[in-house]
């Protein structure tokens, strides 16, 4: 590979972060200097991710960047195969249909939400692409302080009082993540993912078992980011409390964490990591039934459509986790279809049930945390966001897209997630 395509690598990171850092010294009244700015660099991630994974798409060994040209066991590698061109894609058409959808009303709820929302995409992309562990402790604490900002975005009690409990597990999960990383390069001297997997089979055994508890420690950050059972607690109240474009593209922060369970159980402790071949399945096997039961529990029990949005997301990552927990490459195969079908059609819910939820009576609960968004009001400000009447053919079509969202997530035949569940599906 010559020329500019060598460098894609690199634009999932810069383009929001350069948007972000233009975006942040802008006056309040250049709102659509901003939201065209936010447009144009979701645009041009789309295009960036699609080449990325046509180039991943055509085989061979993947694409490994080197920022500065260093050796990888010191510098910043990033690396595309097409499982990490799979959620840059993603991550690119999820956060373009949220961001556009924000342009109605919710990016003027406070300041600075297309700059945090720049720098979520970027952390999130980041956290895909990166072949280092340390590294991937950066960009998760970059997609986390910009979701901090989005999660409290147009304060109010309830929002707030979701995002403080949100911060607060998610800095005791960063915690986790920093000890596991230090003991895994304590015992193992290097933190390249690469690396890692071709010295795991020739460790010594008084070693093996600190590098295990180490990655059960690092595990369990991945985990409460996945929010499994018993961690996900502080998820529904969260999402729920959230604008429904953030709500969006957290729930492909949840993916997040899936994303580095599987590539770590792949990639240093799959069949070729000698005695630690295999390591945690189990547990991440009962965890995802587990969680899926607390999901499905949850689904039937709340009369919130965000909450219901919320345990959708339970669920999503129960079946995940219980497929990575199997080991079988059929399972696997299947499991990246339902992951893709799982977060577009969540994605999709959270954006649907702010629109149904205009045109019918809602719960006292929703109803607050509309009057803390949008105020209580200026006559000038309801003005400027009044909601309108609603059009009988809209709300049609609004169903009719949000029974199709269900069906997808309840895997349903002949739609993806029955595609993904199926063991005769082509991926397996």
């Not at 690119?92 to 924000?102: N, R």
């Not at 707030?160 to 193992?188: E, P």
């Not at 547990?283 to 039934?289: C, D, E, K, M, S």
């Not at 309108?388 to 895997?411: R, Y």
Request: charged content about 10%; overall charge negative.
């Amino acid at each position: 590979m010559s020329g500019w395509m060598q460098h894609l690598a690199i634009l999932p990171i810069a383009l929001p972060l350069l948007a972000g850092a233009v975006m942040i010294p802008m006056e309040d009244q250049r709102g659509r200097v901003r939201a065209g700015l936010g447009i144009a660099s979701a645009v041009a991630l789309l295009v960036v991710a699609v080449l990325l994974a046509w180039q991943a798409s055509l085989g061979g060994p993947a694409q490994v960047y080197r920022l500065g040209n260093w050796p990888a066991t010191f510098g910043i590698v990033l690396v595309v195969d097409r499982l990490s061109a799979l959620m840059l894609v993603l991550t690119a058409v999820l956060g373009l249909a949220a961001l556009v959808f924000s342009l109605t009303r919710w990016q003027r709820m406070g300041a600075h939400f297309h700059a945090l929302f720049q720098f979520q995409l970027m952390g999130l992309n980041g956290a895909f692409l990166t072949g280092d562990l340390f590294n991937l402790f950066v960009f998760f604490e970059v997609l986390l302080a910009a979701s901090y900002g989005l999660a409290l975005h147009g304060s109010g009690v309830a929002r707030v009082k979701a995002g403080l409990h949100y911060i607060s597990i998610n800095l005791a999960a960063s915690l986790l993540f920093l000890v596991g990383v230090s003991m895994i390069y304590g015992v193992a001297g290097t933190l390249n993912m690469a690396d890692l997997a071709s010295r795991i089979p020739r460790m010594a055994a008084e070693n093996r078992l600190l590098l295990e508890a180490g990655a059960a420690i690092l595990g369990m950050a991945f985990l409460v980011k996945a929010a499994m059972w018993p961690f996900g607690f502080w998820l529904g109240p969260t999402y729920a409390a959230a604008s429904p474009p953030a709500a969006a593209i957290f729930s492909l922060m949840s993916k997040v964490g899936i994303y580095a369970i599987l590539r770590l159980s792949l990639l240093l402790f799959g069949e070729e990591a000698g005695a630690s071949a295999g390591f945690g399945g189990g547990w991440l096997l009962a965890g995802g039934i587990l969680t899926i039961g607390f999901g499905a529990v949850s689904v039937l029990a709340t009369q919130d459509l965000s909450r219901l949005a919320g345990a959708c997301v339970l669920i999503s990552s129960g079946t995940l986790l219980a497929a990575i927990g199997a080991g079988q490459v059929a399972v696997t195969g299947g499991a990246l279809i339902y992951l893709a079908s799982s977060a577009l059609g969540i994605g999709a819910l959270f954006l649907l049930i702010e629109l149904l939820e205009r045109g019918r009576e809602i719960g006292a609960d929703v109803l607050a945390v509309t009057l803390e968004a949008f105020g209580d009001g200026e006559a000038e400000d309801r003005e400027d966001d009044e909601v309108g009447t609603a059009i009988p053919a809209t709300m049609a079509i609004l169903g009719l897209s949000f029974l199709c969202c269900a069906l997808v997530l309840a895997g349903l035949p002949p739609l993806s997630g029955f595609i993904g569940n199926s063991p005769s599906s082509p991926a397996s």
